[in-house]
């Protein structure tokens, strides 16, 4: 493996606050629109905060199958679309180039805290027989990588970069590298979060 390759972005996704493409979020930040609004996830009576930057408007079953969908915990489920896109605005085709040689790192500082909240609540109010046997494997911050690989056909490196706010920004730096050392062809990246639970 030598070390110059050269390393490109070829496509992009995004799930965000300011909008669920690249298109529309790009037009929010040029235009000088916030994300920010009142909280609609849950009633934030009691909370000295009302307001944050929640993603609105995203139902996971207009992109992905409703079983698979209803497995991921919403961050998973953010990475796993936002890398649909940014394969099909690559041009990337399952298929088209050797999974063996195609990989993911998705950064997440948090994972998946908001199916943790809802099961334990489950749990309180329940008992344990009720929490779902999907718990463990929706919440592990590795889970977003996980998906993607699994939605996309990639079969390369797989983990999780967890470096508390700056994750994101990790996994593209590791994915650089290792693009640039010719241990992978191809690797997505980025990072996800769904903090407003």
């Not at 009720?130 to 490196?157: E, K, N, W, Y």
């Amino acid at each position: 493996m030598s070390g110059n390759h050269r390393v490109m972005v070829t496509g992009m996704g995004i799930i965000s606050p300011l909008g669920l493409d690249v298109a529309t979020t790009w037009d929010g930040i040029v235009n000088g629109r916030s994300g920010v609004d009142f909280i609609t996830a849950f009633d934030p009576e009691g909370f000295d905060t009302h307001f944050a930057a929640e993603v609105k408007g995203f139902d996971p079953e207009d992109y992905l199958d409703r079983k698979e969908a209803r497995r991921m915990d919403r961050f998973a489920q953010f990475a796993a679309v936002a890398a649909q896109q940014a394969c099909s605005q690559a041009g990337l085709k399952k298929g088209s180039v050797d999974p063996y040689r195609v990989g993911v790192i998705i950064g997440s500082g948090i994972g998946g805290i908001g199916t943790l909240s809802q099961q334990h609540e489950i749990l309180l109010a329940r008992g344990p027989k009720r929490v779902s046997p999907f718990l463990i494997p929706m919440m592990l911050g590795d889970m977003a990588s996980a998906q993607v690989s699994m939605v996309t056909g990639s079969m390369g490196a797989n983990y999780c970069a967890v470096s508390s706010c700056s994750s994101g920004a990790d996994a593209l730096g590791q994915a650089w590298a290792m693009i640039r050392r010719g241990q992978e062809d191809i690797v997505l990246a980025g990072g996800s979060e769904a903090p407003v639970v």
